[in-house]
């Protein structure tokens, strides 16, 4: 197809809504054959300026559609080869990003309040980490003679033992993996991953253990 002026124009014009419009076929591989018969000529000129600014409003959206769009499997529509690439390049490195800063995100400090012993004698304050498996552990708690336990000493990962009463979607475990189980099927699970199916009334508890 022989580009026009006017055509370019209204490609131009057409990409000012906010979606990312569908070109042409073979819009951008005409553009440079226009190019080529309008060179050195104030056509020409005025075209290359609003074909830069065409080619910035695109590339604006296929960024955005990457940010918004980086899970699915799919690509949006409208894109042509080139923005394609684009657009899986940043979706990729995005998603590598959002991996990344969740798995990070499980090892948020937080504290638990304040309790009193049994025997009333003394406040314990437990300072509670989450492990990038998103586990917990305890560590500064102080004895009843108020002296912290060694930091060196070895913590413990709480584990509980299920029944799954029915079958599960997937869901993302502790490890930031997808799993599902099946009705019947007893496994030992972190206990906060536990407690989150047991509420949800896929599973019931069975044995309660702790291991090194």
Known sequence: MLLTFEKIRETQLNERSGELQKLPEGFFKDVVEYLKLKSDTEEGLTAQKILLNLFERRI????????????MDKIPDNMDGG????YTQLSSAIKSKDIEFKKKMMNVRTYEKPYVNMDNKHLEQKEVILEGNGLPHVEGELTEDGNSKSECEPTREVKVKVRFTKDTPELMTPDMETQSFKACQEIELSKGFADFLIKKGFAE????????
């Open 83 to 86: 923005e394609r690439e684009l």
């Open 205 to 212: 508890k069975m044995v309660l253990e702790a291991t090194n």
């Open 60 to 71: 604006k959206k296929v960024a955005s559609l990457a940010s918004i769009c980086y899970n």
